[in-house]
Nanobody, 127 residues
Framework: QVHLVESGGGLVQPGGSLRLSCGAS????????IGWFRQAPGKEREGVSCISRSGGVVYYADALKGRFTISRDNAKKTVYLQMNSLKPEDTAVYYC????????????????????WGQGTQVTVSS
């Protein structure tokens, strides 16, 4: 059973940065591609970024390219999402999820493709 736990969320001013972490227990993380998703109130869950098992392939939502960076440290069983130049519209609950293969961005960004989810961490961007 894959158990994922997100951390690192919080309140930040516009233009600030946060680094989210997705930690895993119960399994070695290198057996899974990891996706980051977010869901704002009243909106559907959307794909933010995902990374292949080795870290060699990464994808980002077009609107977030250049501001967000995904990375992983399999030895630490952790995947990170560095978020810079944050905007109020980035406010959402951020989730990480695990699946066996990353596949294309279309597959990687689809919540239905994932078998395991964390509980989410709140990110609020506000002055």
């Amino acid at each position: 059973q894959v158990h994922l736990v997100e951390s690192g969320g919080g309140l930040v001013q516009p233009g600030g940065s946060l680094r989210l972490s997705c930690g895993a227990s119960g399994v070695t993380l290198d057996g899974y591609a990891i996706g980051w998703f977010r869901q704002a109130p009243g909106k559907e869950r959307e794909g933010v970024s995902c990374i292949s098992r080795s870290g060699g392939v990464v994808y980002y939502a077009d609107a977030l390219k250049g501001r967000f960076t995904i990375s992983r440290d399999n030895a630490k069983k952790t995947v990170y999402l560095q978020m810079n130049s944050l905007k109020p519209e980035d406010t959402a609950v951020y989730y990480c999820a695990a699946k066996t293969f990353a596949g294309s961005w279309r597959l990687c960004s689809s919540p239905n493709e994932y078998d395991h989810w964390g509980q989410g961490t709140q990110v609020t961007v506000s002055s």
